[in-house]
């Protein structure tokens, strides 16, 4: 693509079989079959990209699959020594059952409490989280089904796929661009992110656009050259005062002839 410069791709050696097993057992979660495979290719992933403007190389895409190293839970373990009151993460699980199930279709949100192992697969650039979600655990119990979810910086979740090669697929397609995860929110990526992806990624950027531009391209500055450049025009003067001063006129010039002619016949 014009303007693409300096991509960068970070090799690496296949993850050991025994590094998974010894994460399995940490976690007490069974690896995806599709990400185990994965790792056992590549212990993770990291593409890198930059454009070119005034000569100078910009950052701007990043794919990039966390290692079974950095695969860390997205909750820590509470410290011995913290103070009792202290908030946390497990105090935004507030709301009852019953409003849980009320979206309808849509997948229950994952649980910052013990009902759920979270994994962050992807730091995005600090602008969320991708994370590896296995729902519905039981201390004590080996979970096994998992799912890919986006946690944005306001801490609400928004689901992504149900299977680590579909997340894989979706975020090659996207090039890595700024913010494509939350083309899957109600409120979409930023106004900066979304000229961005007009640029360089232009088919799919507007086949999928998110459930907040329904009316189009609400964010996106249109131009319209032929009322931009040009030239205004010159107010008209009023023609009514005009007219009133020229009738004046003309009746001071009747009035004065008048007059003269008064003055000779005298």
């Not at 993770?44 to 910009?58: A, I, Q, R, Y």
């Not at 009792?84 to 507030?94: C, I, Q, Y």
């Not at 913010?179 to 979409?188: D, K, S």
């Amino acid at each position: 693509m014009p303007g693409v410069d300096d991509v960068r791709f970070a090799e690496r050696e296949p993850a050991e079989k025994r590094s998974l097993l010894s994460w399995e057992q940490k976690n007490t979660c069974i690896l995806p079959e599709d990400l185990r495979d994965f790792y056992l290719t590549t212990d993770g992933f990291t593409l890198t990209w930059s454009v070119k403007l005034d000569n100078e190389c910009v950052p701007l895409g990043c794919m990039m699959i966390n290692s079974v190293a950095r695969l860390c839970p997205l909750l820590q373990p509470v410290p011995l020594f913290s103070l009792p009151n202290a908030p946390s993460l497990t105090d935004l699980d507030w709301e009852d059952n019953s409003t849980e199930h009320d979206s309808g279709h849509a997948p229950a949100a994952p649980h910052f409490d013990s009902r759920s192992r979270i994994f962050e697969l992807d730091s995005c650039g600090r602008n969320g989280k991708v994370c590896l979600v296995y729902k519905n655990c039981t201390p004590g119990v080996v979970a096994q089904q998992s799912e890919i979810w986006f946690l944005d910086r306001s801490l609400c979740w928004h689901f992504l796929t149900s299977t680590f090669t579909s997340y894989y697929r979706l975020m090659i397609t996207h090039l890595g661009l700024p913010e494509w995860q939350y083309c899957f929110t109600p409120y979409g990526p930023s106004p900066q992110a979304k000229q961005w992806a007009s640029l360089y990624q232009p088919l799919t950027f507007s086949s999928e656009l998110s459930p907040a531009d329904a009316a189009g391209d609400g964010h996106l500055n249109k131009l319209d050259p032929t009322k931009a450049f040009r030239g205004k025009a010159k107010v008209p003067a009023p023609k009514k005062k005009q007219s009133a001063q020229s009738s004046l006129s003309s009746n001071a010039k009747g009035q004065g002839s008048t007059g003269r002619h008064s003055g000779v016949k005298r």
